[in-house]
């Protein structure tokens, strides 16, 4: 009897759950692809139009004409780590504690949006670059870079331990997405994070990609040579520059580790030749410059024409499958990057080119082709979205906002005008000091606070778009200064970060006057 009334009450619990028709209704719930890159921006992909022209990206253009585009997707603190845990939980870096890649490690046990599509009976995958230390939670299926991931050769690690790969990452990650895809329980939708390690630094190319620009000279940023008048300490006083911070391995003069004998020839043939040429000119200053953005610019964008190459086979897959028009497909990246505008390579500042990710999405029928978006969003709306697709609500404490009405088309009334930020790793590596700030369509208020300084700058993005001048003392902004102030004062508040942050949030490294290697020399 007891058998009976459980299962009974067993079954009348799963008709709530899953009512008749379920299978009808599990085929049509949407599928969600969220491919997903680590430090591409904007500036590298053509269909964002900079001015330098610098790639044709044609896959990925293809899903800008195919969907959606956002012109301004913004992250909250522009680094790696925190980005990806920011995109899973929906949290600010000071909610879901994942502050800095150096000494933080992600509590998978928070609530995240694949645990909720999993819970609902989405089949859920993982594949490629995680980076956040601890296991995945919430996937059926994870295979894993460890940590940064290796260029060549990559080894993966899967539930049941660490595994070996040959060839190409970028191929590699995405033969394995395909795979998973092939073999997915076909019952159920599915959410897949496909992610990659490129173009994160080193920038290693694939080999069928070196000298794909023909030797063909870049052109350069207006910025490659900004001397920071003006401006903090905080901004001058970094160590990301190619003038300075340029390593043999970001240069190739030596080449990647893990490749195979074979894979060393063909990198050789072709870095040799003209590494001897260059240690035989002896460049200096601003040539030496010149000559490392150029070797910067052959290898970071050869990196991004193997991501469109593997977009374009995902795209293949997708029709071929007929996937296409019940798949909600995101591109995006855990940041933005500096491609040498101020003399820089990285990221992690509030300036537009490490702020600003790119964001497209496809989902024909729901969303309109070729259409634009202009309205500030971010990585911590991601996880609403996915859940508002699926036709779930969010959790209470996720701090982003769904972009679905966008999406639609439809701008609501209420939609953010700005949104808070706030980077903490310091002093390595790059030595780019803590910095807490707001940011409207038009100004940042950005606030350097540590341990050396007390800065802010005001930055005007419509009179000075290259965001070199400092505007907070100029007496026409007396007004702009106190509004942005009282709406930073009113952010803090709104996302629950009004105590000082943990000393642990600036990561493991020396600071607070203790003395160290990159202790500052003192204010210019
Ligand atoms: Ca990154």
């Not at 044709?56 to 790696?80: H, K, W, Y």
């Not at 949006?113 to 989405?122: E, R, V």
Request: net charge negative.
């Amino acid at each position: 009897m007891k058998q009976i009334t459980t299962y009974c009450a067993v079954a009348a619990i799963m008709a709530i759950v899953q009512p008749s028709g379920v299978d009808a209704q599990e085929a049509t719930r949407p599928n969600i692809l969220f491919i997903f890159c680590d430090d591409l921006t904007c500036q590298s992909l053509s269909c964002y139009g900079d001015n330098r022209h610098l790639l044709d990206t044609p896959n990925i253009d293809r899903i800008a004409r195919e969907g959606m585009q956002f012109d301004r997707c913004l992250v909250t603190n522009s680094i790696c780590g925190p980005s990806r845990a920011s995109i899973l939980t929906g949290k600010y870096s000071h909610l879901n504690g994942f502050y800095n890649n150096s000494n933080c490690r992600f509590d998978g046990d928070q609530v995240t949006f694949p645990k909720l599509l999993q819970k609902s009976g989405y089949a859920t995958a993982m594949i490629g670059k995680w980076h956040l230390g601890s296991d995945p939670t919430g996937f059926d299926y994870w295979n894993i870079l460890p940590g940064q991931g290796l260029y060549y050769n990559p080894p993966m690690i899967t539930k049941d331990g660490r595994v070996k790969s040959d060839g190409y990452v970028t191929d590699v990650v995405t033969d394995l997405s395909l795979d998973w895809l092939r073999n997915r329980d076909k019952s159920k939708p599915f959410l897949l994070m496909s992610q990659q390690k490129a173009p994160h630094r080193e920038w290693a190319p694939a080999l069928r990609h070196l000298g794909w620009n023909k030797d063909h000279q870049f052109a350069e940023p207006e910025t490659l040579f900004d001397d920071f008048t003006g401006r903090s300490l905080a901004i001058s006083d970094h160590d990301m520059g190619l003038d300075r911070t340029f390593a043999d391995l970001d240069a190739k003069l030596v080449p990647p580790s893990n490749m195979t004998e074979d894979q060393l020839t063909q990198w050789n043939a072709y870095y040799e030749p003209r590494n001897l040429a260059f240690r035989n000119a002896n460049l200096q200053g601003r040539d030496l410059v010149r000559w490392r953005y150029q070797r910067y610019m052959h290898d970071y964008l050869a990196c991004v024409k193997a991501v469109d190459e593997s977009v374009g086979r995902i795209l293949d897959f997708l029709d071929k499958e007929k996937l296409a028009d019940n798949t909600l497909l995101v591109f995006s990246s855990d940041q933005g990057f500096f491609l040498g505008e101020h003399g820089w390579f990285d990221k992690r500042w509030i300036l537009e080119e490490s702020l600003r990710s790119p964001l497209l999405a496809r989902w024909p029928g729901r969303i309109a082709a070729g259409a634009k978006n202009k309205n500030i969003v971010s990585l911590i709306d991601f996880a609403e979205t996915f859940l508002d697709v699926a036709g779930l609500q969010s959790d209470s404490e996720m701090q982003g906002r769904s972009l679905l009405p966008l999406c639609k088309g439809e701008t609501p009334s209420d939609w953010r005008k700005s949104l808070y930020y706030h980077y903490y790793e310091f002093p390595v590596p790059h030595r780019v000091r803590p910095h807490v700030g707001v940011i409207t369509d038009r100004y940042k208020l950005v606030h350097y606070y540590k341990p050396d300084v007390d800065d802010w700058e005001l930055l005007d993005r419509e009179k000075d778009p290259l965001e070199i001048r400092n505007f907070y003392a100029d007496p026409a902004y007396v007004d702009t200064v106190k509004e942005l102030h009282a709406e930073l004062d009113h952010l803090k508040i709104e996302v629950q970060e009004t105590a000082e942050p943990p000393r642990s949030a600036y990561g493991n490294a020396l600071f607070d006057g203790e003395p160290g290697p990159d202790k500052p020399k003192g204010r210019k």
